[in-house]
């Protein structure tokens, strides 16, 4: 079963427009970790944020963590067409990696 | 430096055969996952290796699954008699250790027909 699900599933949005996806979880997490897919095949790290940790930059991204409410988000700025890819989030609890059914996000020139 | 490798890229194969599937790791990396992503799905968990210990096989789906990690190094997912609803990308991960940044694949495309 998966852990995170995202939300929403597709977005669509307009080069140089910002883009944000939220992902909820269910059980404790040590880490919560952002990827990128592009063209369905392997997936590549964005991002990680520990439990105690409550917001993190990198570059055009920006992911904020709530445990309180099991929820985290991945904003990305000022979107580029390159931007255009399947984003997943990942619970770290104990040693296995739990996946989301990740959004789809295309950026539109 | 190489990243995670897996092989074949592609693989078509009949029904009721069976496959094998290869992942070289990241050279260091302690720990090694096996995933499995449907056509627009999210990431399915398979198995996961860590050091010398004993695997989790708690996400393979059945018993015509089993995997093996040889020398803490390569491993292999093998698929006996394969069925149509077998095919999907099945992607391998590395990571140096617990719950670090996993290094993934670009997995391997397998279609049963």
């Known amino acids: 079963s998966q852990q995170g699900e995202e939300d929403p599933q597709a977005l669509s949005i307009q080069e140089g427009e910002n883009a944000t996806m939220n992902c909820s979880y269910k059980t404790s997490i040590n880490n919560l970790q952002w990827y990128r897919q592009n063209s369905g095949r392997g997936l590549v790290h964005l991002i990680l944020?520990?439990?105690?940790?409550r917001e993190k930059h990198s570059g055009r991204l920006r992911v904020t963590l709530d445990t309180s409410k099991k929820s985290s988000s991945l904003l990305i700025t000022a979107s580029r067409a390159a931007d255009t890819a399947s984003y997943f989030c990942?619970?770290?609890?104990?040693?296995?990696?739990?996946f989301g059914a990740g959004t789809t996000v295309t950026v539109r020139a | 430096g190489a990243g995670v490798s897996q092989s074949p890229s592609n693989k078509v194969t009949e029904k009721g055969k069976d496959v094998e599937l290869r992942c070289d790791p990241i050279s260091g990396h302690t720990a090694l996952y096996w995933y499995r992503q449907s056509l627009g799905q999210g990431l399915e968990f398979l198995i996961y290796?860590?050091?010398?210990?004993?695997?989790?096989k708690s996400g393979l789906p059945s018993d015509r699954f089993s995997a093996e990690r040889t020398g803490g190094s390569v491993s292999t997912l093998t698929i006996q008699r394969t069925q149509q609803e077998d095919s999907a990308v099945y992607l391998c991960a590395s990571s140096p250790q617990l719950r670090t940044e996993a290094f993934f694949g670009q997995g391997t495309r397998l279609t049963v027909v």
């Open positions: 990942a619970t770290a609890n104990d040693y296995k990696l739990s």
């Open positions: 290796f860590q050091g010398n210990s004993a695997p989790d």
């Open positions: 944020i520990r439990s105690n940790e």
